[in-house]
């Protein structure tokens, strides 16, 4: 009777013991599967619902630079300052930093000269800061006429108008082509800005400026900013003197100076361009100087397409 019982209960404990061994493998599948789920869903492609769920929980950063109108004027540091912009906004593929002459009003190159119709045409981003009564010295001085201590100076343009329309705009970065043009005092800040800032421009264009104010001690404009150079030779001499600092210069260079001009000697141009293939004879110079030239408008829309055009061949 006892081997019937055993006979028919031993088979039920083994089925039961063999149910309980069978937990842990079961439980160890169901764990993988449930890790195959989650490597699937991490390595499989995206239904266009999670991506919509995603761009909805991380929006879009907002834009780092402010637009520019295709013209208008900015008020940077107390000063104003008009940009123009091609009409394909697209097409950009430079910025221009135009400096005026002597108490020249900002927009004066543009309704004199075809300038800046020639610019916008080939693609420049034009920055045309009202310079006003500037020499473009790197600071005032207590000899500084009262008068002219109200216009912005090298610094400003340094220090204030490029760094915010790089910040604030996105323009005249480092990675940008970047050129400067001036007229008369304005040729001697493009000098001045590039020897500042030899990194930033690609090239400079200079007309009809002045570039050692050591030759030039008897002009008015020198005397009212640095005072007399009797009293002050090392201020006429020092730092925003650009034959004394010749060696700072590394950015090409179109030097112009009509050979009849009566209000700044030609001589200040060809001293300066002598000085550069001197001391820099691998940096790429050019001098125009015309023989019918003056100080004027007639020369300075003569230049455009030739200062242009030396910008092209530095682009390439």
């Keep these: ?37 989650i490597v699937d869903s991490v390595t499989s492609p995206k239904t266009d619902s999670t991506n919509a769920v995603q761009k909805q929980e991380k929006p879009a950063p907002p834009p780092d630079c402010l637009p520019l109108k295709q013209m208008q004027t900015l008020t940077i540091a107390g000063h104003a300052v008009d940009v123009a912009i091609p009409p394909d906004s697209i097409k950009i593929k430079a910025n221009l ?77 480092p990675k940008q082509h970047n050129f400067v043009v001036g007229l008369s005092t304005g040729a001697r800040g493009a000098g001045l800005v590039v020897m500042n800032m030899p990194r930033l421009f690609k090239a400079a ?11 030039i001690p008897y002009d008015k404009i020198m005397t009212g900013f640095y005072g ?6 090392k201020r006429w001499a020092g730092k925003d003197n650009m034959v004394v600092n010749i060696e700072k210069f590394q950015t090409p ?12 000697p030609p001589a200040q141009t060809l001293q300066f361009y002598k000085a550069l293939k001197k001391h820099h ?3 790429k110079v050019a001098l125009s100087m015309p023989a019918w030239a003056a100080h004027n408008y007639k020369y300075w829309d003569y230049e455009v397409d030739r200062f242009l055009k030396f910008f092209e061949e530095v682009s390439q």
Excluded: N
Excluded at 205 to 212: E, I, M, N, V
């Design 1 to 37: 009777m006892r081997s019937v019982f055993l006979y028919y209960l031993l088979p039920v404990f083994c089925l039961a013991w063999l149910a309980r061994c069978s937990q842990p493998q079961a439980k160890d599948q169901q764990k993988r599967i449930e890790a195959e789920q």
């Design 97 to 173: 930093l135009i400096l005026q002459g002597w108490s020249f009003p900002k927009d004066d190159w543009c309704k004199k000269s075809s300038l800046c119709k020639k610019a916008l045409a080939q693609g420049y981003r034009l920055i045309m800061p009202e310079m006003g009564k500037s020499t473009y010295s790197s600071q005032l001085y207590p000899q500084t006429l009262a008068q002219w201590r109200k216009y912005p100076t090298l610094k400003w343009v340094t220090d204030s108008l490029i760094p915010h329309l790089q910040k604030q705009y996105c323009v005249m970065t």
């Design 205 to 215: 264009a200079a007309l009809s400026g002045d570039f050692d104010q050591r030759k």
């Design 228 to 233: 007399s150079i009797y009293q002050f030779p």
């Design 253 to 264: 260079f179109y030097l112009g100076h009509g050979r009849l001009d009566r209000v700044c």
């Design 281 to 283: 004879p691998k940096l």
